[in-house]
């Protein structure tokens, strides 16, 4: 499977505690992205990556919150004491990002990972 | 800032009629890019169409159509011959600055519910 990859797939967790996910992008996809659903809404940014470099942090996202892509490769998005209002779907997505290629690619979507904070 | 409007929360409409969704867009950038995804129930999202903001043709991807309307500032999606199939969410996205070295995140709206009619 050459496609975005994210574990897990769901995640049940008590309010108060840590989590991390783990996004596999399309191997060269140099750009990577976080986003936040929840029920009925659009996808909702958080993060992205351009290799290891975080380029842009969303205001929206807590101190609680922190992700990571050492070595341009995966990426792990953690949340710290965990909260109700954390419940959403995290969806993870890469693009690539070539010098001279026509402007703008998409970026593809992995399965994402649900997550219920109980 | 940017911004994407998607005023139709929900759409029905009766099988091999074609289909309009409404986007507008807000951005100050004169580079930008325009998307459409779907999103199935299912959950994965899908991408569908790109349009660059100085595409001198409305772009085409078999049934999908993107009527690129740069002074109104719209990118409404067309969807022909509609499919029982194509009842999913549908999210326009933005991006600004789509050079390689510009770091601009996708921002989406928030999604119009198509249903097909048999």
């Known amino acids: 499977d050459t496609g975005v990859s994210q574990n897990p797939r769901h995640k049940i967790t008590k309010r108060g505690q840590n989590v991390t996910f783990r996004c596999d992008p399309i191997?060269?996809?140099?750009?990577l992205y976080w986003y936040r659903q929840t029920l009925g809404q659009g996808p909702e940014f958080l993060t992205y990556f351009q290799n290891e470099a975080q380029l842009e942090k969303s205001r929206l996202l807590s101190d609680r919150f922190s992700a990571e892509r050492p070595k341009g490769s995966f990426s792990t998005l953690e949340i710290q004491r965990t909260e109700q209002g954390d419940s959403a779907m995290y969806l993870c997505?890469?693009?690539?990002?070539?010098?001279?290629?026509?402007?703008?690619?998409?970026?593809?979507f992995g399965q994402g990972t649900r997550l219920t904070v109980v | 800032a940017q911004k994407i409007t998607q005023t139709q929360p929900g759409m029905f409409v009766q099988e091999k009629e074609a289909v309009t969704l409404d986007c507008t867009y807000d951005t100050s950038d004169q580079s930008y890019g325009l998307f459409w995804y779907k999103q199935p129930s299912s959950g994965e999202m899908i991408f569908l169409i790109y349009?660059?903001?100085?595409?001198?043709q409305n772009a085409t991807e078999g049934r999908y159509s993107l009527n690129f309307q740069k002074a109104r500032k719209s990118a409404n999606l067309v969807i022909s011959a509609s499919q029982l199939g194509d009842s999913a969410m549908y999210f326009c996205?933005?991006?600004?600055?789509?050079?390689?070295?510009?770091?601009?995140?996708?921002?989406f709206g928030s999604g119009t519910r198509l249903s097909i009619r048999p």
């Open positions: 996205a933005m991006r600004e600055g789509v050079g390689y070295s510009s770091a601009s995140k996708i921002i």
């Open positions: 349009q660059g903001s100085y595409d001198e």
């Open positions: 191997s060269e996809h140099n750009r």
């Open positions: 997505a890469s693009s690539l990002r070539r010098v001279g290629a026509p402007m703008g690619t998409e970026a593809f």
